[in-house]
DNA sequence: GTGACCACCTGGCCGC
DNA sequence: TGCGGCCAGGTGGTCA
């Protein structure tokens, strides 16, 4: 599924293809993926607009149609795909967008989870999702005396704290288990008890798998692939997720799978030990 | 304020 | 072969 890497793979190829190009007209099949105004209002809004720009704000994609910013989330299994007018609709693009060119820019999405909201520059970060959005990790605010102040009460295992877009913006469920593997930290250890050292390792190996990530464009795991067919080499370099009964690569030991807040979440039992003492 | 649970949705897989 | 049930999971909403 498409976590932050993997949008950010998106943005760059859809960049190149799409950016100044004009917007003619747009279906949309499946209205219930645009949430916050209705669906005449949202062709109102963006045809006959250019787009300017393709940003990224955690795993959301704000495209920049002049004045109307147009925010899209992919979340399981979203996809965009450039091709020519004249190709037949497939059965799972529910959103295209027509520009001027003769070009057209389609959504699919094969559980229908994606979202789109309308927004402005204004808006952005007071109302629309992306003002709810804590640090990414390549963010200078994303420091240890934060991350220990959002955590200091919560109880909840620290996998579900990294899941939280609101404490940390751009892990998923992937990268949260390759963080805490390299962390030497537990998935079900409670928030509240990691250690300054912990966060530190925390902060420090979210930065490294990320970076890792984007530069081979992402984990390709089922369904995700990027625009136009791209597809991810990170994947290659997993330690944990995913490898379930396969041997730990720092200790031999067999690695293991476990439901964390219904999660699915894999470890090292040797590895990654719980917490013991309260900090 | 916090945390647990559920709904959204469809394809793939498994057992019968 | 066909059918039913379960699983996958990011996010938002509801409820205790």
Do not use: W
Not at 132 to 153: A, C, Q
């Amino acid at each position: 599924m498409p976590e932050l890497p993997e949008v950010e793979t998106v943005r760059n190829t859809l960049k190149k293809l799409i950016l100044n190009k004009t917007i003619r007209d747009i279906d949309v099949f499946y209205e219930k993926m645009i949430r916050n105004v209705d669906v005449d209002t949202f062709k109102e809004k963006l045809v006959n607009k250019t787009l300017t720009d393709i940003r990224r704000y955690g795993k959301h994609l704000v495209f920049q149609y002049e004045d109307v910013l147009l925010i899209s989330h992919l979340r399981m299994e979203g996809k965009y795909f450039i091709k020519d007018l004249d190709l037949p609709r497939e059965k799972h693009e529910h959103v295209i967008f027509y520009f001027k060119d003769g070009t057209t820019l389609r959504y699919n999405d094969t559980r229908k989870f994606g979202t789109f909201d309308l927004s402005t520059e204004e808006l952005l970060f007071t109302t629309s999702p992306v003002a709810k959005l804590g640090y990414e990790p390549f963010e200078k605010g994303l420091t240890v005396p934060y991350l220990y102040k959002k955590l200091e009460k919560k109880s909840i295992a620290i996998k579900s704290a990294l899941l939280d877009q609101t404490i940390i913006t751009g892990l998923g469920n992937i990268y949260v288990d390759e963080v805490l593997f390299l962390s030497k930290i537990h998935p079900e250890t409670e928030s509240k008890t990691l250690t300054k050292k912990q966060l530190k390792q925390v902060i420090q190996n979210s930065l490294i798998v990320l970076e890792k990530a984007i530069k081979l464009g992402g984990t390709t795991i089922r369904s995700y692939t990027s625009s136009l067919g791209v597809t991810g080499r990170f994947q290659n370099e997993l330690f944990v997720h995913t490898k379930v009964g396969e041997q730990c690569l720092v200790c031999n030991t067999v690695i293991e799978k476990i439901k964390v807040n219904g999660r699915g979440t894999y470890y090292c039992p040797e590895c990654q030990k719980k917490n013991t003492k309260k900090k």
